[in-house]
């Protein structure tokens, strides 16, 4: 039995949260498997979508319809590839971040601790640093901080130590090498976890993921016609914290701004107050799903 490319994770609940128009215009800006994609466009008659992945292997996923615009490129140029298809703004974003799970279960990609190979990590092949590069070359204070931001470990500054003390004699240039060198520093009790936050925290940074999604975020305010609907499912503490500050106040700060009046200025309306989960059931079908958040907002 063939393994799927993605099981897309909140299907119905994001989709539902893009209050299509049959007409719209939409972006999904993380196309993948093409499972929200071609949920969406079920929906469509006569619209349009536009489909960003960096990944050249999304192309294969690719359905036939006329109504799909792939582009080949990182969401966080969204603006730029708007105005170059002619479009000023959208009916609505949705946003599945993280990684596929083909991605952790295709060994050569690297992007799992479960396969010795060399870390690479690179969600847009054509770029030339990889995730053995970032282990070679960061200083000992750049690794603490990858650790600790990315990978939430109170002991980074260790983590960090160690793979500079290594690399003195040979290069960490492989999952195994990584994982031997800092099993001994993670919990026995959580140590599958501790080494995929390990390998998260080395993604995130080599993909600049959270830059990313601030610059889609901000873009999202002139994308968006009012009435628009922006919809991210997040994986992470930090890019949940973002896209929640985003949406209640307008801005990556989280600063809320007031009239005279004392009313708030943010230029959405929180569709979900609450953050919505995957159900038990999905969490139970689909184990990697169990960390993501979806959040919905309407542009005023």
Known sequence: M?????????????V??????????????????GGHSRAILAQLKGGRLYAFDQ??????????DKRLQFVHGNFRFLSNFMRYYGEEQVDGILADLGVSSHHFDQAGRGFSFRFDV???????????LTAADILADY??????RVFRVYGEFRQAARMAGAIVKAREEQAVRTAGQLSDLLRPLLSRQAEKKDLARVFQALRIELNQEVGALEDLLTQSLDILKPGGRLVVISYHSLEDRL????????NLEGEVKKDFYGNNLSPFILINNKVLVPSP????????????????????
């Open 55 to 64: 990944d050249e292997e999304a192309l294969k996923n690719l359905p036939e």
């Open 118 to 128: 060399d870390l690479d990590m690179r969600m847009n092949q054509r770029a030339t």
């Open 16 to 33: 539902d949260g893009l209050a299509l128009k049959p007409g719209g215009i939409y972006v999904d800006a993380t196309f993948g498997g």
């Open 281 to 300: 059931e999905e969490q139970e079908l689909n184990p990697r799903s169990r960390s993501a958040r979806l959040r919905i907002a309407e542009k005023r």
């Open 243 to 250: 896209v929640k500050n985003f949406m209640r106040t307008g």
């Open 2 to 14: 063939e393994t799927p490319y993605h099981i897309p994770v909140l299907l119905s609940e994001s």
């Open 139 to 144: 200083s000992k204070e750049e690794l603490c």
